[in-house]
């Protein structure tokens, strides 16, 4: 299993499609996940830091988690069936609720949990891209120009 941080959201033309963007904390592979435009724009609205007048979804779920007096110790992505992710948010205790990756990563955001991810997900759908002397976003908008979300069949459906 791999820590992982948020790289960000990116834009895949010309579908328009979002692209959450993970990296390995100490490794070089990238997982991208392809997700909805509501998941987007909640990661992208904690990653720059604005804060809604009201509660959005995963500002709920971080209130609930609080008001119920527990703790989001972990979220990780824990397979990849037939093009879809799936990951866990798993509480203290040991208790484990399933999740999509996007909004696991939104609630994990929000709440300031590590990401994971396990080996046979990173193994299947991780990718290394290569000259490390690039910054990241370079070399994600040279990857996006190169694949297509068939290329993985990888959804957050």
Same mark, same amino acid.
């Given at each position: ?10 834009i ?16 070089d ?6 997700i ?8 992208a ?13 995963? +500002?709920?779920?971080?209130?609930? $988690?609080?008001? =119920?007096?527990?703790?989001? /110790?972990e #979220?990780?992505?824990?397979d990849? *069936? ?6 866990d ?36 759908a991780?990718?290394v891209?290569? +000259?490390e002397r690039?910054?990241? $976003?370079?070399? =994600?908008?040279?990857?996006l /120009?190169s #694949?297509?979300?068939?290329?993985f *069949?990888a959804?957050?459906?």
């Open positions: 299993m791999s820590e992982m941080r948020v790289v960000g959201i990116r895949e033309q010309p579908q328009n499609q979002p692209v959450l963007l993970l990296r390995e904390v100490d490794g592979r990238y997982l991208p996940i392809w909805g435009q509501m998941e987007a724009t909640a990661i609205l904690e990653q720059q830091g604005v804060e809604p007048v009201r509660p959005l979804t995963h +500002d709920l779920i971080k209130n609930l $988690v609080d008001a =119920f007096g527990r703790t989001l /110790e #979220v990780r992505i824990v990849l *069936k037939e093009g879809t992710f799936y990951a948010l798993v509480f203290d205790g040991g208790l484990r609720v399933s999740s999509r990756p996007s909004d696991a990563v939104a609630v994990a955001l929000r709440i300031g949990a590590p990401v994971f991810v396990e080996e046979p997900v990173l193994a299947e991780g990718l891209m290569p +000259d690039e910054d990241e $976003v370079e070399k =994600f908008k040279e990857f /120009e #694949v297509s979300p068939d290329d *069949k959804t957050d459906g």
